[in-house]
C-alpha cells in the first residue's frame, strides 16, 4: 500500500492561481491529478511519468501544469487562470505500473489514491 498526502488546496477567485502538491512514502513510476465535483464522476487532470511525460485534459491545457521532483517524492500541480468550473476535490494518484498514455485518464487505472484536497474558485 502506498498512502499518499496532498496538500495545497484552498480557495481562490476567478484568475487565481493554486498549487497543490502530493507526496509519496518511496518512488513511484506514475503519478497524477484527478478531481470530482459535486454530482459528477471523477475524472483525470494530469498525469506524469518517472520519465516526465506528461498527459493533460483539453480543459486544463494551456492552465494547468504537472511536474514532479523524483528526490522528494512529490507531485505538484501549478493551477493558473483558474475558472469557477475548475471547482472540485482534487485527488492525488499513483501506480507502479507504465499504464499506457491513452488509458491514463481513468482512474481505474491508478491503484494509489490520496485523501483529496478541495479547491473552490468563486466570482
Known sequence: QVQLVESGGGSVQVGGSLRPSCTA???IFLMGWFRQAPGKEREGVATIDYDGDTTYADSVKGRFT???DNAK??????????????????YCAADQASVPLNR?????AFN???QGTQVTVSS
Open 112 to 114: 494509489f489514491w490520496g
Open 66 to 68: 504537472i511536474s514532479r
Open 73 to 90: 517524492n512529490t507531485l505538484y500541480l501549478q493551477m493558473n487562470s483558474l475558472k469557477l468550473e475548475d471547482t472540485a476535490t482534487y
Open 104 to 108: 491514463r485518464s481513468e482512474p481505474a
Open 25 to 27: 512514502p518511496r518512488s
